[in-house]
């Protein structure tokens, strides 16, 4: 099946990020596509490529980039959302990319289920 | 029918009690982080959870309910403990997946 | 956006509200996604329930707070055939309102018919 | 004595009802961001907040009433409004500030 | 430090813990916060209510989460002489725990009672 | 009298950040001292230097910015809190700096009153 994620909520703050991410993990090794993981409200903040945790904790961001590189995951970073937060091109964790929200109803469109980790 | 899910507790937000006055018979509902205390015999919310057994397929998240300290023994009756491989099952048995935040 | 939008699929999606305006920015930013699904064709439906309400009450003014008020664009969606908007009766008899205390033209449904309409969606956003 | 702050809706969590639960007599009660619905009359909550005022002195924040679309001539008898200056003095007038988040 | 912590003021401070851990990461930055005011040499006070009682629930497992389990440092809270902890006995009861359910020996104390330390503190913290 | 005041969210996503400046705004025209704005949790992406809202919005870090700027305020973002998010010296606003928790203890004890704003 074809799934889209979306993720409301920002790293560490919220569980909302980690969930999203051990489901994502779950559908790909079950052999599900995931066609996007969008990432709108304080989701953006997931894309900061400056997150240094605490070396005994794990990095949400760097988690997200490093299933992109392994899976060709689309991980999409709304514009306007990202603008307002500050999260841009010259902030953004690798394997992300900026895009408007025309790319989160597309995969409400494309996809068989849309599932929505927030707070 | 829908998957409905709910992840806050049902002590600190109106999300579980919602949840269950919009599912219709036979929709599906999971239970997952903060919502997973209102799985657990012997809480006040517990009741409410087992109700929503008669009507509903109900499901809790097993990753939480450790990471709570909370035994899967120790859930109410009827509710099946998944981990999060049949959480994605799950959204694939329903039509939709609605997250009530 | 051509091909993005022309992609010949109509779903039944629905925009579910349940949060008051201004004390999160989920209301706005959900609004913003709303504003954007109009260029896809799709069968769209706004549900106002629990303090979702709140959002298309008369009469906001934001201007102490400095925030922008964007209760006016809910009568924007017309402009953009976006006509489907439920609110829950329960919802709003709890809360003392009544169908003229909102900015738009909405249907006022029971909660087992607000139920049963989302039950039939193949999208549903929340926040 | 305690100025007790709640700024969540009353439908939404469960923190005006802690707070109203831990408010000792005498302490202050400020309602601001979501949490003025509760002092609109006519509300399910109204009467929680009514009650209240009996032990308590409750106070709501004016610019998120009018934010919301909320006339101050609407707020349930008793509870008095202020601007973000009576606020501040509220904040000097009792010893300490409680948040209830 | 030094002159930051010789200030000579000893102030009631009470840190409220009123959220379930992992759900949002309060209860872990509280707890971080506790262990910083050690050093500050006040009268340290922590409330456990509501869905905090959680914070220090036995048998804690995060393996499956990566997350990092940190209920195991309440324990560490006696060696920086913080040994004012509170557990409010109503919150226990509605959530079925027992005094044996928590990592750290707790006082067990009824609503009235937290209600009336509560107002007696100089500083609340809260999140 | 002298305040200290705790921002525990980011901009936008929750109006504590706004409630916080406007009750800082509130307490100095009243002629109160503002002895420290500390920013805890989600809180230090207030200092997120990036922010770019639109232009009908208010930049929550900017407004912070120039009321230090007014002031004389002393904006502390919590170094482990913003570490950990990703806020560091090269993405900080002007007016804020970047201390250890131990800062608001501090103003904790020193200030006549706290106040927390929060979710």
Sequence with gaps: MKFAILVNEGPYNHQAADSAYRFTQAALEKGH????VFFYYDGVYNANRLQEPQSDDRNVGKLWSELAEAHGLDLVVCVAAGLRRGIKEENLA?????????????????????????? | MLLHTVNKSPYERNCLD????HAVKGAGI????????????????AARVADATADHAVYVLEADLKARGMDAANVVDGVKVVDYGGFVDLCTEFSAVQAWL | MEDETDVGVVKKFMYVNRKAPYGTIYALEVLEMVLISAAFDQDVHLAFLDDGLYQIKKGQDTKPLGMKNFSPTYRALEGYDIEKLYVEKESMEERGLTPEDFVVDVEVISRADMATLMDEMDVVLSA
Excluded: M, N
């Design chain 2, 18 to 21: 919602s949840c269950l006055k």
């Design chain 1, 94 to 119: 690798p394997g992300f990319r900026i895009s408007g929200l025309g790319q989160l109803i597309e995969a409400g469109i494309q996809a068989d289920r849309l599932v929505t980790f927030g707070d």
């Design chain 2, 30 to 45: 999971l239970l997952y982080e903060d919502a997973v205390y209102a799985a657990i015999k012997g809480s006040t919310a």
């Design chain 1, 33 to 36: 596509e995931v066609f996007r």
